[in-house]
C-alpha cells in the first residue's frame, strides 16, 4: 500500500534539528513537558486495518466475480464504504452493509439467505478479534502520563470504539476519551476548546494524514505522524506542509515518542 508522503519530504519541512545519537534522551523530555497529547487509537494504539483487510480479502475470494478483477472489486467496495459512511457513519454496521451493497450492485442477483449470513460473517469476525495493541504503546503511555495530560480521539461507533479501550487495558492512562463522528478542522477546535487545551502546547499523534495529522494542522495545533503500513485506503492523504510556528514530527515506531515528550 501507498505511503501518503515519503519521510524524506517531511523530514525536510520539520522547524528542528532531529536529535544526533550522541544527545540524550533527557534533555529532549527537559525541553517539552507539560504537554497535552491526543492520541488516535485504530492502527496507532492498536491494529484495526488488518482485520479490515482479511475480511475484504475474504469476501472477494467468495464472491469470486466471473467478470470483475479482484481489484475491480475492491475499488467498488471502496466506492460503497464512501457512500455509507456518509449515510450511517463509521462502524461494523456500516462494513457490513457496505459489503452487502457491494454483492447485490455486482451480482446479478440478490443474495440469498445463505450468502447474507457469510457476508455477515465476514464482518462479525472482526468483531470477535482480540485486541492487539502495537508494540510497547502500553509502557510509553505510562511513560508519557507521568509528565503530559493523555486525550484520547478517535472517531467511529462510540459504543465500538469505548468497548475496544476497554478490551485494550490502555483507558487508565487517558484524562479524556473523545468519540467523534468524523475527525475534521472544526472538530478538533471544537474539542480543544472544550478541553481548554492551548494550541502551542497541544499535539495530535495518528496514523492517518486525513484525519489525524492534516485537520490538527489546520486546526492550530503541533501534530506527530506514526505511520502504519496497512492505514486505510480511504485515509489516505498528501500531508500538508505544517504552517509557521506549528510543528509536525514523523516517527517510525510509537515508543519513538519518549525521545521528544
Ligand atoms: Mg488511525
Known amino acids: 500500500m501507498q505511503r501518503p508522503c515519503p519521510p524524506a519530504a517531511i523530514l525536510s519541512q520539520l522547524p528542528y534539528a532531529p536529535p544526533t545519537y550522541n544527545q540524550p534522551v533527557k534533555t529532549d523530555r527537559a525541553q517539552l513537558r507539560n504537554q497535552t497529547l491526543l492520541f488516535d487509537a485504530d492502527d496507532t494504539l492498536w491494529e484495526n486495518n488488518i482485520y479490515f483487510e482479511r475480511a475484504i480479502a475474504a469476501f472477494i ?15 467498488h467496495l ?32 440478490p443474495p ?21 495493541t502495537l508494540p510497547r504503546v502500553a509502557e510509553t503511555l505510562a511513560d ?6 493523555l486525550i484520547l480521539v478517535t472517531k467511529g461507533n462510540p459504543e465500538e470504539q469505548t468497548d475496544k479501550l476497554f478490551r485494550s487495558g490502555l483507558a487508565p492512562h487517558f484524562s479524556a476519551v473523545e468519540v467523534l463522528p468524523e475527525k ?36 492550530g495545533l503541533n501534530a506527530v505522524f ?15 506542509q505544517p504552517p509557521a510556528n506549528q510543528r509536525l514530527i514523523e516517527l517510525a515506531t510509537f515508543a519513538d515518542l519518549l525521545h521528544h515528550f
Not at 471544537?190 to 496514523?207: E, K, V
Not at 485515509?235 to 500538508?240: L, S
Open 112 to 132: 440469498t439467505p445463505e450468502k447474507h449470513a457469510r457476508i455477515v460473517s465476514f464482518a462479525d469476525s472482526i468483531a470477535e478479534h482480540e485486541m492487539e
Open 184 to 219: 475534521h478542522e472544526a472538530a478538533y477546535r471544537t474539542l480543544t476548546a472544550r478541553h481548554a487545551c492551548d494550541t502551542a502546547h497541544t499535539w495530535m499523534i495518528g496514523n492517518s494524514p486525513k484525519s489525524d495529522i492534516n485537520p490538527a494542522l489546520a486546526a
Open 78 to 109: 471502496n466506492t460503497c464504504e464512501h457512500a455509507t459512511i456518509a449515510k450511517h457513519g463509521y462502524g461494523l454496521k456500516s462494513f457490513h452493509r457496505s459489503l452487502v451493497d457491494c454483492f447485490e450492485q455486482l451480482s446479478d442477483e
Open 226 to 240: 506514526i505511520p502504519h503500513d496497512f492505514t486505510w485506503v480511504l485515509e489516505h492523504e498528501t500531508i500538508d
Open 61 to 75: 475470494s467468495f464472491l469470486d466475480h466471473r467478470v470483475h478483477t479482484d481489484e475491480e472489486v475492491r475499488e
Open 144 to 149: 508519557l502520563q507521568q509528565r503530559h495530560r
